[in-house]
């Protein structure tokens, strides 16, 4: 199972990335998903980006549920929970904490078994046994 950050998403969408594209399609839809964290990201970028073109909005909307459609969608659960405090207090505790958000994504990941798939591995490597590749 994979797992993927908003980063990815952001790779995809701004560049195309063939190298995501490629790793996307060679994997069956039912072993890709993401967090409800992430969708929320993706969401918030949405709602940004047309505060400044609203004229964009109709597209976009459309383009991210077209993208998010055929995905399974993880919510939090109790389990997340637990392990988004025992992650976020080890982090802290060691000087080494990430944002609140991505804690959430890896407790998730953590919490599914999944490897998690983003750009921004030197910030999710500093969680304990949480598996990260770099599709790009």
């Given at each position: 199972m994979y797992l993927l950050d908003t980063t990815v998403w952001i790779d995809l969408l701004r560049t195309n990335s063939r190298s995501i594209r490629h790793r996307l399609t060679a994997h069956s839809k039912s072993t890709i998903g993401l967090s409800i964290i992430t969708l929320c990201e993706l969401q918030y970028g949405l709602e940004?980006?047309?505060a400044q073109y609203p004229h964009l909005r109709a597209r976009e909307q459309q383009l991210l549920s077209a993208i998010v459609a055929p995905l399974d969608v993880f919510l939090l659960d109790h389990n997340v929970v637990e392990i988004y405090g025992r992650v976020r207090a080890a982090l802290e505790n060691s000087g080494t904490a990430i944002g609140a958000l991505d804690t959430f994504i890896a407790a998730q990941?953590?919490?599914?078994?999944?490897?998690?798939?983003t750009s921004n591995g030197k910030e999710f490597q500093r969680v304990q046994g949480l598996q990260v590749e770099d599709w790009r």
């Open positions: 940004k980006r047309a990941a953590l919490s599914l078994g999944a490897v998690l798939v």
